[in-house]
């Protein structure tokens, strides 16, 4: 048991859990990052992870969103039902929390910008110069939609990472998370609490001590900083991430009010170090 928690500890770098290596399990790099899948189809929830990054990179150029984002300001485009959904997600997501969640990008960026249209199927920018980047919903949305095609073809037990994101089918699964207090790039990670995934769970978590500075308050263009860390377990992965996100730019206090609102679960450390949880909370 010992070794198992050294293991863990020094494996999750991002906050999250991570899959000991058995004949059972599949890793590869999708999304700029590593997914591992263990137990039921592995190879099949992979495939599908990798067909939903073609859709969702701003970087492929025939991808849905750059073509919704080279059509900014001039045209709907009609996108897939996996990316209206998604896309019709983010913006719950990012009224809920009064903005400090959005996937839009650019000077005339502003999730209030964006038009659907749910009979046509089409996403229109109405602003050019705007452009969407997925990355604070598109990896909980791979893992979510991943999961869902496990189920769909009777997966049992499996548990999908992608990292900051996980979703659980089966369980229980026990999934470390870091601590963010004085966690370094490259060094020896300390666990910060060990939490369970029940079937149906998924968790995300968002932290700066990876990549310093990189979560920003869409609302004023600065660096977020008043938590260090947030770890999110609700029942869809794609919600988890974003509201993940949402939480480390609100901060503390309305943050985990918004958690309380959604029935979700939260890990919150601050920026002072102050460790807040509303582990009472029930999943719906």
């Known amino acids: 048991m010992k070794k198992y928690w ?13 899959l000991l290596s058995s004949p059972g399990e599949k890793t590869v790099m999708v999304m700029g990052t590593t997914l591992r ?6 190879q099949l929830a992979i495939d599908e992870a990798k067909r939903l990054d073609r859709l969702f990179s701003r970087f492929n150029p025939k991808s849905d969103i750059s073509l919704i984002n ?26 809920l929390s009064g903005g400090a969640f959005d996937v839009t990008l650019g000077r005339n960026g502003n999730y209030r910008a964006i ?9 229109f920018l109405r602003h050019k110069g705007m452009r969407l980047d997925l990355g604070g919903i598109g990896k909980g949305a791979a ?16 548990l999908i990472d992608m990292r900051s994101s996980i979703a659980a089918i089966g369980g229980p699964w026990k999934i470390g998370v870091i601590d963010p207090r004085g966690a370094q790039p490259g060094m020896k990670a ?15 978590t968002s932290g700066g001590y990876e990549q310093p500075g990189h979560i920003i308050d869409p609302r ?25 996100t949402a939480i480390f730019v609100l901060g503390p206090e309305a943050g985990m009010k918004l958690a309380n609102k959604l029935a979700a679960k939260a890990v919150i450390v601050d920026r002072k170090g102050k460790i807040n949880d509303n582990f009472s909370v029930k999943l719906r």
């Open 220 to 244: 004023n263009g600065r660096v977020a900083d008043r938590c260090l860390g947030v770890t999110v377990i609700t029942q869809d992965a794609a919600i988890a991430d974003a509201l993940s």
């Open 115 to 123: 038009a659907l249209d749910r009979k046509s199927q089409t996403v």
């Open 143 to 158: 893992v979510e939609l991943a999961r869902r095609k496990l189920l769909a073809n009777k997966a049992k037990k499996t």
């Open 190 to 204: 300390k666990l910060l609490e060990v939490v369970t995934l029940n079937d149906g769970d998924a968790l995300s």
């Open 6 to 18: 050294a293991v863990l500890i020094i494996l999750a770098l991002l906050g999250i859990g991570f």
């Open 70 to 95: 080279q059509a900014a300001g001039e045209k709907p485009v009609k996108v897939t039902k996996e990316t209206f959904d998604l896309i019709a997600t983010s913006l719950i997501v990012s009224d």
């Open 37 to 42: 899948v263990k137990g039921d189809g592995a």
